[in-house]
T-cell receptor, first 112, second 113 residues
Framework: AQSVTQLDSQVPVFEEAPVELRCNYSSSVSVYLFWYVQYPNQGLQLLLKYLSGSTLVKGINGFEAEFNKSQTSFHLRKPSVHISDTAEYFC??????????FGTGTRLQVFP | DVKVTQSSRYLVKRTGEKVFLECVQDMDHENMFWYRQDPGLGLRLIYFSYDVKMKEKGDIPEGYSVSREKKERFSLILESASTNQTSMYLCASISFGDNSPLHFGNGTRLTVT
């Protein structure tokens, strides 16, 4: 069975600082990996996805993530955050059968 | 652009009421999903459907049922609402073989009093 662990429930950071949101997964098969963002009072939007190929994936709003198969990780990074990045971020895994398993989420709070 | 529409943004219901949450997608997607979102628990899959009149239990189906009479519409039903079903409910859809991600609606915040 697949599972996703987001190690940090909350990450506070000052504006313009770099940030890393951690995600580890477990799966016995090949996986597809996703990061979603949820702004207050909105549904989930895709930030980026890894299906195959290059392990460094670039997404929207300056975010990127690196797939590390040996460490079963897919950490999300941004070199310089903005106030507008304040949101909840979810990591998700799929075995390709279209059912996504989500992590418990990380709340990113950016302070001025 | 894919649109997934949930009919209600906020709902307040009483314990014991029968509650219908409606979801409609406009992209002819085969797969539709209902998740609930709770603080600290992330998104948990309640039910999903691969086709009209087909349904599969997710991880937390107890207390819920679903209906898919038309391809574009997937309804979540709480037969007898309870306070522990107070939550944010998210509907999503995707097409078979599509490497695109799930497309989500904006959610329905249900409060059961």
């Amino acid at each position: 069975a697949q599972s996703v662990t987001q190690l940090d429930s909350q990450v506070p950071v000052f504006e313009e600082a770099p940030v890393e949101l951690r995600c580890n997964y477990s799966s016995s098969v090949s996986v597809y990996l996703f990061w979603y963002v949820q702004y207050p009072n909105q549904g989930l939007q895709l930030l980026l996805k890894y299906l195959s190929g290059s392990t460094l994936v670039k997404g929207i709003n300056g975010f990127e993530a690196e797939f590390n198969k040996s460490q079963t990780s897919f950490h999300l990074r941004k070199p310089s955050v903005h106030i507008s990045d304040t949101a909840e971020y979810f990591c998700a895994v799929s075995d390709g059968a279209d059912k996504l398993i989500f992590g418990t989420g990380t709340r990113l709070q950016v302070f001025p | 652009d894919v649109k997934v529409t949930q009919s209600s943004r906020y709902l307040v219901k009483r314990t014991g009421e029968k509650v219908f949450l409606e979801c409609v997608q406009d992209m002819d997607h085969e797969n539709m999903f209902w998740y609930r979102q709770d603080p600290g628990l992330g998104l948990r899959l309640i039910y999903f459907s691969y086709d009209v009149k087909m349904k599969e239990k997710g991880d937390i189906p107890e207390g819920y049922s679903v209906s898919r009479e038309k391809k574009e519409r997937f309804s979540l039903i709480l037969e007898s609402a309870s306070t522990n079903q107070t939550s944010m409910y998210l509907c999503a859809s995707i097409s078979f073989g599509d490497n695109s991600p799930l497309h989500f609606g904006n959610g329905t915040r249900l409060t059961v009093t």
